[in-house]
């Protein structure tokens, strides 16, 4: 089964408008924590959001939010006030403690299209 | 902040040679090491974990003989693809986890290198 689910392969957004990106996940672990990466076509992934299993609020960086709910296992991205340069490819990301390697799995990715 | 650099960015190369990709952490130490490979749309897939001055760690699928992986320091791997072919051609990205603790944005990425092997 897949660790990671991201079921939009693509999204449009009207500039200056919020766009959310799900993404669920799948663990047995009770220690975890949740990435969102940004990869425009220059192929750099930008880290952008982080949000771990214990953490109670919900994560927030400038204009992103995570949209935590544990009890569904979902970790959705929400952009406010899309930008042009929001467009690129979007990842999220789930690493476990188990096993002590801390190493991610990513999901498929979104897509994101910001339209003027 | 924690900046990884990756050598070269894109390269070219004629089947059945070797081509070497470095991964470098430049203002931290990084014990351990990941290098990736991402086809065109889609995700990225680990091929392997790195850690200093051992033997790299491959995932299952993954010929440990064609993609040679050399940490031998703590701010160097490299990733070396040995007679590679057209099928080899892909986006390898590379990351770094610091040395100490474990904070929750202690991975970094490198800018990729673009194989195309013709």
């Known amino acids: 089964a897949q660790k990671i689910t991201q079921t939009q392969p693509g999204m449009f957004v009207q500039e200056k408008e919020a766009v959310t990106l799900d993404c669920t996940y799948d663990?047995?672990?009770?220690?975890?924590?949740l990435f969102w990466y940004k990869q425009p076509s220059s192929g750099e992934m930008i880290f952008l959001i982080y949000q771990g299993s214990y953490d109670e609020q919900n994560a927030t960086e400038g204009r992103y939010s995570l949209n935590f709910q544990k009890a569904r296992k979902s970790a959705n991205l929400v952009i406010s006030a899309s930008q042009l340069g929001d467009s690129a490819m979007y990842f999220c990301a789930m690493r476990e403690a188990s096993g002590g390697s801390y190493i991610p799995t990513f999901g498929r990715g979104t897509s994101l299209i910001v339209h003027p | 902040g924690a900046v990884v650099s990756q050598h070269p960015s894109w390269v070219i190369c004629k089947s059945g040679t070797s081509v070497k990709i470095e991964c470098r952490s430049l203002d931290f130490q990084a014990t351990t090491m990941f290098w990736y490979r991402q086809f065109p749309k889609q995700s990225l897939m680990l091929m392997a974990t790195s850690n200093e001055g051992s033997k790299a760690t491959y995932e299952q699928g993954v010929e440990k003989d064609k993609f040679l992986i050399n940490h031998a320091s703590l701010t160097l791997s490299t990733l070396t693809v040995t007679s590679a072919h057209p099928e080899d051609s892909s986006f390898y990205i590379c990351?770094?986890?610091?040395?100490?603790?474990?904070?929750?944005?202690?991975?970094?990425f490198g800018p990729g290198t673009r194989l195309t092997v013709t």
């Open positions: 663990t047995s672990d009770q220690s975890y924590g």
């Open positions: 990351s770094a986890r610091e040395t100490s603790g474990r904070t929750s944005y202690e991975q970094y």
